[in-house]
Each structure stands twice: as structure tokens, then as C-alpha cells.
């Protein structure tokens, strides 16, 4: 790993500016503990596992859904569609509801769980990605170095983190997933998931799952790694991508 490398790209803004800091960020490479089979066709959006259940979220306008999920077998047990001109970005369970986010336009939804009838809608401004929870927030990614922090009830905006590496901010933040006290994103378009301090917004450590990337040996270019979903209860971090043929569990970096 070549430090230069990581931080031009959790930097967009590092290829003009000045060379990066002497880095100080732990690169920690995925290790495998478990592989499952994943819906190939699950162009992935959004993970993650409610009460012990996997839930999933795909994109592209005309294919977005739903979807829960039987993680051993990576079978499809129920699918809810998504009016086809919406592109389907990410999800975040909270209590009896699942909401979702869409890319352009601002329309959010809620549904039911674990049965996965629409109850609900709401708005927010901008685009929306990912979404994760800390308990007491919904966290929205948006593409931006910057997270929002919802009111989970009403959706409102509470607070603003912006993210940064080495003093640097960090563009492309995806996928979400709030893991024992920090906030883990994928970096779209990199091999990097980014370990955020949700006090701060820094970057305290980097997830490589080159190793994974190597196992699925994808070649198209929107194959990246997205989907990050942790089971509170038993502990377990899991990761895929879109399009992906395998879900992986992988060790939880100390
Ligand atoms: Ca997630």
C-alpha cells in the first residue's frame, strides 16, 4: 500500500494541492471470514441487518428495489420495486420502519418492516446516497465530504459533520455503516472503506478490501465495493459490491 496512493484518493482535492501529510492513518487489509452467494443483478446501494435480518437496497432507474434477504443462501425472500424513473440509493432501519433515500429529486420513503409496505414519504434537500444509524440519528451521505444527521422521526437536519483525512476532506463517501462507536464508509470508486470519529469527522483508520475486489474478479467499472451492513447482537461485519457474486463477512479491525 502506498500511502500517497490512499490519500489522493480519500482526497479528490490532493492531485492539485500540496503533496499529502506524512500519513498516520491505519490501513487495516480485509481479512475473510465467511463467503456467501449475492444476487449478481443487486446493483448495491444499501446493507444492513435488522434484528438478525439482511435487508438491501439496489439502483439504477427502471431496477431499483427493496429487498429482504436470506444471507446464507443470498436468496431473495421479499422485493418491493421502486416507480421506475427513481434511482434507488441507500437505507437505514429504524424501529418498525425502513427508510430509503433516492439519488436525484429528494424523495424518500418509509416502509414497513419486516414486511415491506410503503407507509410513508418524506424530502430532503440535495442528493441522497447512504444512510446509517448511531441510535439516536439517521446519518445521510450524499456524495459530499459532508454527513448529515436527521431527526428520525421528522427527517430534519440536526447537525453537519464534514470528514476529513490528514486535514483533507473527503469526497465520494457511499455506503454507511454505524459500527461499535464510528461511522464506516465506502469510498466509491476505491478499494477503501474510511472508519470516521463521529465527534470529529476524522478519519481514524482505512478498511482495504483490495482482497475481496481480487475474489470477485470483476471487470466492469461500476463493480465497486458498496454495502456495509454489521449485526449489533452478534457482532458480525459484512461486505459486498455492486453486482458482486459473493457477500463476505470480514474480521472487525481492533
Ligand atoms: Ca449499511
Known amino acids: ?118 407507509i410513508g414519504a418524506f424530502s430532503y434537500t440535495g442528493e441522497g446516497w447512504a444512510m446509517t444509524d448511531d441510535g439516536r440519528n439517521i446519518i445521510l451521505s450524499d456524495g459530499t465530504p459532508v454527513l448529515r444527521f436527521l431527526d428520525p422521526v421528522t427527517q430534519k437536519v440536526v447537525r453537519r459533520l464534514t470528514v476529513t483525512a490528514n486535514g483533507r476532506p473527503v469526497e465520494q463517501l457511499n455506503e454507511l455503516e454505524y459500527v461499535d462507536g464510528q461511522i464506516y464508509a465506502n469510498i466509491w470508486m476505491t478499494p477503501y472503506i474510511a472508519r470516521i470519529d463521529p465527534a470529529n469527522g476524522r478519519v481514524v483508520g482505512v478498511i482495504d478490501v483490495s482482497p475481496l475486489i481480487a475474489k470477485v474478479a470483476l471487470s466492469d467499472r461500476d463493480s465497486v465495493p458498496n454495502g456495509i451492513a454489521y449485526d449489533r447482537v452478534a457482532h458480525r461485519l459484512y461486505v459486498t459490491g455492486k453486482n458482486w457474486p459473493s457477500l463476505f463477512e470480514i474480521k472487525r479491525p481492533r
Open 1 to 118: 500500500m502506498i500511502l500517497s496512493l490512499l490519500l489522493a484518493a480519500l482526497s479528490a482535492q490532493a492531485v492539485s494541492a500540496t503533496p499529502p501529510a506524512p500519513a498516520s492513518l491505519p490501513v487495516t487489509q480485509a481479512e475473510i471470514v465467511a463467503t456467501y452467494p449475492h444476487d449478481p443483478r443487486a446493483f448495491t446501494e444499501g446493507l444492513l441487518i435488522d434484528r438478525g435480518t439482511l435487508y438491501e437496497s439496489t439502483g439504477r432507474e427502471g431496477q431499483s428495489d427493496i429487498r429482504r434477504v436470506d444471507l446464507k443462501t443470498g436468496r431473495v425472500v421479499a422485493r418491493v420495486k421502486l416507480a421506475p424513473q427513481l434511482f434507488g440509493e441507500g437505507i437505514v432501519a429504524w424501529r418498525n420502519q425502513l427508510l430509503s433515500v433516492t439519488w436525484h429529486g429528494g424523495q424518500g420513503f418509509k416502509w414497513s418492516l419486516p414486511a415491506l409496505k410503503r
